[in-house]
């Protein structure tokens, strides 16, 4: 059964930081790519950051490069994303989700998503 539960969002100042956690079922977590995308009000959705599960290679949005970073925790089943310097324009709700592969080819294709952990920015 392909499941995500994400945690770890909350308040942050600017130039703050916070990490996300996703939670994999044990069969998500060895059978998909993890990524984790976020959506704002009156934005597009935007996939930020994507691992693969076979090489270990991994893909950034431009405007997260140099500031997120992602990661996997293989005994834990958990994907996390490390977010430093925040800014406004990280506020978002974030999902990670399943089928990233193709975000940096330009897909939008998401597979299955989590219900999401709120990021605010704010002094």
């Known amino acids: 059964q392909v499941q995500l539960v994400e945690s770890g969002g909350g308040l942050v100042q600017p130039g703050g930081s916070l990490r996300l956690s996703c939670v994999a079922s044990?069969?998500?977590?060895?059978?998909?790519?993890i990524g984790w995308f976020r959506q704002a009000p009156e934005k597009e959705r935007e996939g930020i950051s994507c691992?693969?599960?076979?090489?270990?290679?991994?893909y950034y949005a431009a405007s997260v490069q140099g500031r997120f970073t992602i990661s996997r925790d293989n005994y834990k089943n958990v994907v996390y994303l490390q977010m430093n310097n925040l800014n406004y324009d990280d506020a978002a709700v974030y999902y990670c989700?399943?089928?990233?592969?193709?975000?940096?080819?330009?897909?939008?294709?998401?597979?299955?998503r989590g219900q999401g952990t709120r990021v605010i920015v704010s002094l």
């Open positions: 691992l693969s599960r076979t090489d270990g290679s991994t």
């Open positions: 044990e069969y998500t977590f060895n059978n998909y790519d």
């Open positions: 989700a399943t089928d990233c592969g193709g975000w940096a080819l330009g897909s939008r294709y998401i597979g299955a």
